[in-house]
């Protein structure tokens, strides 16, 4: 017994010395390191047996990111590897990779140009030796400010100029033109080697024009762009260049000739009021005019890529003279465009010649000279008719090129856009869709500028038969802003357009819409019609037409519209007129204006009282007195200041139904009050001085408060356009506030300290972020929750959770209400779905499990970004919801502001027992990443998870419509 006690004390004391042991031994510590990329570097290369393994290291390396500390090791093993390799593609590739490890951010490449101007001078290989040049470049435009390196790296240029291979010359002028500056003296060597001879200083410009004659229509090409790069860095150009330049426009080099006619534009702009030559003869003129000839002329070029660029540069030519822009438009050759003598110059130099008709032999008064058309011209023959030639191309490109130089020539001059009126018109019979759409567009927007005759219109109308729907809707669109002369062309024009509408019954919105427009512009055009168009008879009664006819629908719009501006219409009306307006002012109320009808009661309301229907200012005055009283409020507890909340919020509400142009602004305010009185009788509940198991009903009543808050902060902030800085940071102020109200509710219900702490983390980060992001506007935020947070930060960081939560609680209901300044013009985005109308109780039937398509048509109204933010959603009445983002192509851009979604919505359910509602609406995507605050992304982050960054940092939605209820039917699949 006591031999086995002896053994048990002595295995539990080794046990223990063990234990001692091993605790004094020191723990070995790791150091990690990354490893270097320059010594994996070196021992792929050296474990290369050939240039081909050589040449497969470096493209694997270049596939893989290097690190800016890393870089420079990198370029050392490069440069050494480079000195002994001998094989020209393994070289090749390494200049190439010195370029781009020069771009690496935070990586200063002036240390490796004394490398790269040394292996440089010493290479043989042409191709090297250019990709060296290539390489320069990149580090010049890395070092702007280094003076010394930047006149080294033209040197070098200059010196290399001389090559026999196209693609030196080519980099040399690419530098020059990319670093070269016009104080910059430069030095030309006439040979390369140790023995070259320097030629006299010269200046950029004048180095580079040498090589405009180059041998080789590639470096001339780069010579020309060179120094349109040395324009594009603000550097004047001589006008010296202008005739070499127009020389290069008959060049055989397609390339050539593009750049050329570039460069005979840029130096148009330059000096458009200097006086050049014409050759052979003594007469002058201006330099715009004569290189607007010269590119008139290239219009007919042989390549049409050439075509199209002197058409598109025609178009931004605005101080050319009138009578050489009227001549593009005319064919034949007006007297031969010299310059005419008048009478009494040719009949002086008759008299003083002593030679007097006899009258005996024919034609012994013909003029002496013999007019030789290849004489001498005042412009290029070929700028007679060059939009006409452009017009009539054979390649579409060049026609739509030709009509947006028409267009923008035209808005310009009023004399000019009467004159191509009818060239315009005659572009709506294009073979070509996207020809005749642009035309439509064209004279749309110089619709100020003409009025359309019987002849031209009926060419105009003629497109309503087209089979697209953009065709007719921007064909309505165009009508809606264009003057017609005579009360036959609205007869003709109302006459198509009820035709459209039979034809197209879903063009029914944009047909009335049109004659709205048309109506309002043409009053007196309308009245002399009226009877004609009303049926109506001055001794017999005629039958009341039907209210549901679309076409009398139009009618009246037509005719309320124009007698809205002409009071001696309505005496005009039947009885059962007057009550088919005041019943289409009710339903129609956006398509038929007021009308102050004799001896008819007008409705008592704002409207009529003058605030509705008068002037805008008045209105504005009324928002801005709104305001000020309520900025008067410093504390919103006081007794009354909600009641004046709430009726400020009303008086806003109304004031934007009744003043569409002051809507945005109205809305805008109304929410932003509202959430203020949210969130003051939010902090008011009994709740704060209860104890939590008997305030479960107020709880939930204040966290409901806090939700509606955050969701009006993002409907202020992503639902309109046109806010300012102050006005975003005053949103995200009140969000401050929501969010503290929620922290305050989740530490008074929730147990765990876990979760309080986490939330007042991220919430005192959203406070560092607001203060990061508007740090400007800050001194605008005086005892305000924000302030007060920002002044307490250091303090918060070392507080306790419960600490924080008092502290948030104390210093909501101490901080003051913020003035909202409003800027000058506010746009709320909006939406109405036209299709479908919601309206039929037909239901659409389709074979459950298989989907059916479901046409969409709806106009949007100052949305930023729509492709990427508007979205469809399709409700069931089980609850499920379904979100559609539409294509791009499902975009169109009718008018200024406005945008068209016209796509498709694929429905499918499982078997229903009877007809059954879904809801369709369009949403509007946010993502608070993406604030209206310019935040820079990363470059590279193009997509997360196969999805493109725009639509996975989508956070959540706002309603941009009313939902549109359909009826469906789900059949069981028959077996």
Known sequence: MAAHLKKRVYEEFSKVSQQVSLEEVPTKKLRLTKPSKSAALHIDLCKASSPTDALQYLLSFARKPVEAESVEGVVRILLEHYYKE????????????????????????????????????????????????????????????????????????????????????????????????????????????????????????????????????????????????LHEREMKIQQIIYNQACKLLSDDYEQVRSAAVQMVWVLSQLYPESIVPIPSSNEEIRLVDDSFGKICHMVSDGSWVVRVQAAKLLGSMHQVSPHFLEQTLDKKLMSDLRRKRTAHERAKELYTSGEFSSGRRWADDAPKEKVDTTGVNLIDSGACGAFVHGLEDEMYEVRIAAVEALCSLAQSSSSFAEKCLDFLVDMFNDEIEEVRLQSIHVLRQISTHITLREDQLDTVLAVLEDSSRDIREALHELLCYTNVSTKECIQLALLELLKNLTKYPTDRNSVWKCLKFLGARHPTLVLPIVPELLSTHPYFDTPEPDMDDPAYIAVLVLVFNAAQTCPTMPALFSDHTFRHYAYLRDSLSHLVPHLRLPGRKQTASLEASGVGSGSLVSAQNFLQDSLIRVSALQNLETPGAQDLLEFTIRDLQRLGELQTELAGSADFCATYLRCQLLLTKALQEKLWTMAVPLCLKQNAKVSTAARQILDETYKLEFLYSGLETQQIATIHNVRLQAKALQLILTARS????????????????????????????????????????????????????????????????????????????????????????????????????????????????????????????????????????????????????????ITQVYLSHSAWTEPCQIEVRLLLAYSTSSCKLNVSKPAWNESIDGLPTSESSIEGTIHLSKPVKVFIMPKPARR
């Open 750 to 901: 929730k147990r765990g300290v876990d979760r309080v702490l986490g939330s007042c983390e991220k919430f005192l980060q959203d406070v560092e972020s607001f203060q990061r992001l508007f740090m400007t506007e800050l001194p605008h935020f005086q005892d305000s929750f924000v302030e007060k947070l920002l002044e307490l930060m250091p303090r918060l960081t070392a507080c306790k959770p419960h600490d924080l939560v008092k502290i948030f609680q104390t210093t909501l209901r101490q901080s003051r209400f913020i003035h909202l300044k409003l800027p000058e013009q506010i746009h709320r985005a909006s939406a109405t779905i036209i299709e479908p109308t919601g309206e039929s109780d037909n239901a659409l039937r389709f074979t459950s499990g298989l989907v059916v398509a479901l046409d969409i048509d709806a106009t949007l109204e100052h949305v930023q970004d729509p492709q990427t933010t508007v979205k469809v959603q399709v409700l069931y009445p089980d609850g499920q919801s379904h979100i559609i983002h539409p294509k791009p192509g499902d975009f169109r851009t009718p008018g200024p502001g406005r945008v068209r979604l």
């Open 86 to 229: 001998s094989d020209n593609s393994v070289r090749l590739k390494i200049a190439s990779l010195l370029g781009l490890l020069s771009k690496t951010q935070g990586f200063t490449p002036d240390c490796i140009v004394d490398d790269a101007v040394n292996i440089l001078n010493n290479e043989k290989s042409h191709q090297v030796l250019a990709q060296l040049l290539d390489t320069l470049l990149i580090i010049g435009t890395q070092l702007p400010d280094k003076t010394a390196v930047i006149q080294r790296l033209i040197d070098v240029a200059c010196k290399h100029l001389s090559s026999t291979y196209f693609g030196v010359r080519n980099k040399c002028l690419q530098l020059l033109g990319c670093l070269g500056t016009v104080d910059m003296p430069l030095s030309k060597e006439t040979d390369v080697g140790p023995g070259a001879q320097m030629s006299p200083l010269r200046d950029v410009q004048s180095l580079i024009s040498d090589y405009f004659q180059d041998q080789d229509p590639r470096v001339r090409t780069a010579a020309i762009k060179a120094m349109l790069q």
